[in-house]
């Protein structure tokens, strides 16, 4: 079946640092990638949605400026959480689609930020 | 906008009891999915409903849709300790390749001897 690859699954950076999440979908193209925040005991919720080659199109109330998106090929995106802060700490969750395949979730990577 | 909406938001069942937990959506989709998160973890895919009247069993859960209510189940048989998990229903809001998915608050289930 679809896997996605998400890396790093933990990571903790000092406040003011950048942090970079990797995702790639292993055995399929995907056309489409999305980004989720699931705070604590929360719903995931949607950040941005990214095609291959286009810009990320981002919900609002999503800084586009604080979380970079970038979906370069079709089985690579990645989001680099930009001077974070410990109110970015959270757990982050890429999915991919593509048709045929439908969603398939990454691991998710748990940032803290100190 | 599409609104999730799941009920209960916490379960506490004892084993060996049946229960369900029911989602409901705001506006028109033909796609909905149910997914397991156990703590610290991803997303795990049980059910995909495509169309009004699907049904799907998986061991102990089935799942069913109904576009017309706008409502999905899932259904728990004789829960076991190991369903304890958090689950989530998701709905497609386009459908096709256009959409994105919206997920409810959650259930938080808890299965106790």
């Known amino acids: 079946g679809a896997v996605v690859s998400q890396h790093p699954s933990r990571v903790i950076c000092k406040s003011g640092t950048s942090v970079k999440i990797e995702c790639r979908s292993l055995d399929f193209q995907a056309t489409t990638m999305f980004w989720y925040r699931q705070f604590p005991k929360q719903s995931l919720m949607l950040m941005a949605t990214s095609n291959e080659g286009s810009k990320a199109t981002y919900e609002q109330g999503v800084e586009k400026d604080k979380f970079l998106i970038n979906h370069a090929s079709l089985t690579l995106s990645t989001l680099t959480v930009t001077s974070a802060h410990p109110e970015d700490s959270s757990f982050y969750i890429c999915?991919?689609?593509?048709?045929?395949?439908?969603?398939?979730f990454g691991s998710g990577t748990r940032l803290t930020v100190v | 906008e599409l609104k999730v909406e799941q009920n209960p938001l916490f379960l506490s069942m004892q084993e060996g009891k049946n229960y369900t937990i029911y989602c409901n959506y705001s506006?028109?989709?033909?796609?909905l999915y149910w997914y397991r998160q156990d703590p610290g973890k991803s997303l795990e895919s049980l059910f995909v409903l495509l169309s009004n009247g699907a049904v799907k069993q998986e061991g102990r859960l089935m799942a069913s849709l109904d576009t017309k209510a706008r409502l999905s189940t899932l259904h728990i048989t004789a829960a076991v300790h190991d369903l304890s998990a958090t689950y989530f229903c998701a709905v497609d809001t386009l459908g096709g390749s256009q959409g994105n998915l919206i997920f409810g608050k959650g259930t938080k289930l808890s299965v106790k001897p």
């Open positions: 999915s991919a689609r593509s048709p045929g395949y439908g969603y398939t």
């Open positions: 506006t028109t989709s033909d796609r």
